[in-house]
C-alpha cells in the first residue's frame, strides 16, 4: 500500500523539494545582484580630472595648482 508520506517525505521527496528550494533562492538573489549592477551601471562616474575641472571653476584652486595637479594625474 503507498501513501503520499512514503513515497514523498521518507523517499527522494525532500531531496527533490530541497533542491527546489535552493533553486528558488539563487533566482531571488541573482535578480537582487542583476537589479543593483544594472542601477550602478546607469550612475555617471565622476573621475579625478572632472573632480578638478570642478575646484578649478569654483575657484578653489589657482591655475597653477591646476597645472600641477593635472600632470599627476596624467603619471598615474
Not at 530541497?18 to 537589479?35: A, D, P, Q, R, T
Not at 591655475?63 to 595637479?69: F, G, I, S
Request: aromatic share 20%; hydrophobic share 40%.
Amino acid at each position: 500500500m503507498h501513501t503520499y508520506w512514503n513515497d514523498w517525505y521518507f523517499g527522494w521527496g525532500w531531496i527533490l523539494w530541497f533542491g527546489f528550494i535552493v533553486l528558488v533562492f539563487s533566482g531571488v538573489g541573482n535578480l537582487g545582484y542583476s537589479y543593483s549592477a544594472h542601477q550602478k551601471f546607469g550612475q555617471p562616474r565622476s573621475g579625478a580630472r572632472d573632480i578638478l575641472d570642478e575646484r578649478l571653476a569654483r575657484g578653489d584652486i589657482s591655475r597653477d595648482q591646476y597645472a600641477q595637479l593635472k600632470s599627476e594625474i596624467a603619471r598615474e
